[in-house]
């Protein structure tokens, strides 16, 4: 079983959807959790970060942790062709460097 | 501008061949990484080094060298002891890990093929 699960899609949804993106987890020793968005060849940027339970909103964007589930979403609002691209989720655990567990990616095409 | 050069953007190897990705920063980061990304799978930790002259195994760690001479420098040899090197290779670079600056910031990445 691997540490984090992701559903790699794809996901294709009409412009101005909600997007859920979600991921599961089997450490609970996992602090940190984080999303990032990957453009086609290019390399992951860091959209939403967060270490506690609960919601955390940026913009159209909706960060959402339940760790008595071991469960992270990312939640896009009005979603836009724009945010086509693969959505990764990472976690680490407390402590010295930034060693990031990755889910596989969820590639997400919004078209208009 | 600050950021993370990888080169070449593209990259071939014959059998048998060793080479070498560049990774080059200007953010004065502490730590660098190097991550590996195959189809349908999460980026796997080849190699992070967290000050100049020290480098430390990540999870995928056989066929593969670093070095880190430099603060701004990070560069990475796949070796022939790599059986299976086609994949996109992706550097990064962070401040160590104080609160707020668990940011990890990642190059363009370069896209190593096998002839």
């Known amino acids: 079983q691997k540490e984090v699960e992701q559903d790699p899609g794809p996901l294709s949804v009409p412009e101005g959807a909600i997007v859920s993106l979600n991921c599961t987890y089997s450490?609970?020793?996992?602090?940190?959790f984080m999303w990032y968005r990957q453009y086609s060849r290019k390399g992951p940027e860091l959209l939403m970060y967060?270490?506690?339970?609960g919601n955390k909103e940026d913009g159209r964007f909706t960060a959402q942790v339940d760790k008595s589930s071991k469960y992270i979403s990312l939640f896009i609002r009005d979603s836009q062709p724009s945010d086509s691209a693969t959505y990764l989720c990472?976690?680490?655990?407390?402590?010295?460097?930034?060693?990031?567990?990755f889910g596989a990616g969820t590639r997400l095409a919004v078209h208009p | 501008d600050g950021g993370i050069t990888q080169s070449p953007k593209y990259l071939f190897r014959k059998e048998g061949q060793n080479v070498t990705l560049s990774c080059e920063q200007n953010?004065?980061?502490?730590?660098m990484y190097w991550y590996r990304q195959d189809p349908g799978q999460g980026l796997r930790l080849i190699y992070y080094s967290q000050i100049v002259n020290d480098f430390q195994k990540g999870d995928i760690a056989e066929g593969y060298s670093v070095s880190r001479e430099k603060k701004e420098s990070f560069p990475l040899t796949v070796t022939s002891a790599q059986k299976n090197p086609t994949a996109f290779y992706l550097c990064a670079s962070s401040f160590p890990r104080t609160v707020g600056n668990e940011k990890l910031f990642f190059g363009s990445g370069t896209q190593l093929s096998v002839l």
């Open positions: 990472a976690m680490s655990f407390s402590g010295g460097y930034n060693k990031l567990i």
């Open positions: 450490n609970s020793a996992f602090q940190y």
């Open positions: 953010l004065n980061h502490d730590a």
């Open positions: 967060t270490y506690s339970s």
